[in-house]
């Protein structure tokens, strides 16, 4: 069983470019979720995918942030024109909406450091 | 819209003492309580969960919890503290209907273990 896999793990970026970030869920879970955390803070909401669907955006994700799921496996999260303020870990997490519980699957996350 | 409290950022325990994390919640009805655990720079581990009947549930790592409706809390429970257990402990609510559980962080208690 493998579990919920980001890529990359760490990106360092100048300001003002653009960064994409890449989650494979666990392959039966069919809801994707996107969680930021910065230094000192518990994980904070994004956005959330039911298969294909992005059913919930937070107020947190501007303009500058685009997130997809295609196919309803593999999802990606762009942050384009990054800021300093973007650095941060992006964290990606699956479930199963069978159990509808709730409870999250996470993966190890994706670094970013804007300079 | 639910929100979780963990009023202690940092405790420092010593290794074979007893440990106990609080967490209060804010949720108009009956949440979806879960103690996730995270190494440095891993992802989050889920530790336990309650959704109903005992309101005393068991974890892994020896770890257990008690749900009490009255105080609205969750509070997260260790007999005897190893040093592996040094990690950040989140207490986390899900909430909602209609199929979705949205799940809100607490800020998180970093968990030190002296010798």
């Known amino acids: 069983d493998t579990g919920v896999s980001q890529n990359p793990r760490h990106k360092i970026t100048k300001r003002g470019q653009n960064v994409t970030f890449r989650c494979d869920p666990i392959?039966?879970?069919?809801?994707l979720y996107w969680y930021r955390q910065t230094l000192g803070q518990g994980p904070e909401f994004l956005t959330y995918f039911q298969n294909e669907a992005q059913l919930e955006k937070s107020r947190l994700l501007s303009d500058r942030f685009s997130a997809e799921r295609p196919k309803g496996s593999f999802s990606t999260l762009e942050i384009q024109r990054t800021e300093q303020g973007d650095s941060a870990m992006y964290l990606c997490?699956?479930?199963?909406?069978?159990?509808?519980?709730?409870?999250?699957?996470f993966g190890e996350g994706s670094r970013l450091t804007v300079l | 819209a639910q929100s979780v409290t963990q009023p202690d950022i940092h405790i420092t325990v010593s290794e074979g003492a007893s440990l106990e994390l609080r967490c209060n919640y804010s949720y108009g009805a009956t949440p979806y309580l879960f103690w996730y655990v995270q190494s440095p720079g891993q992802g989050l581990q889920l530790l336990l969960k309650y959704f109903s009947g005992d309101t005393l549930v068991q974890g892994i790592k020896g770890f257990e919890a008690e749900f009490k409706r009255s105080q609205s809390s969750f509070n997260l429970r260790k007999p005897s503290v190893h040093w592996s257990d040094a990690a950040e402990y989140f207490c986390a609510v899900g909430a909602g209907s209609g199929g979705y559980q949205k799940v809100t962080f607490g800020i998180g208690t970093k968990l030190q273990v002296i010798p």
């Open positions: 997490a699956s479930s199963l909406k069978r159990t509808n519980t709730g409870e999250l699957f």
């Open positions: 392959s039966e879970h069919n809801r």
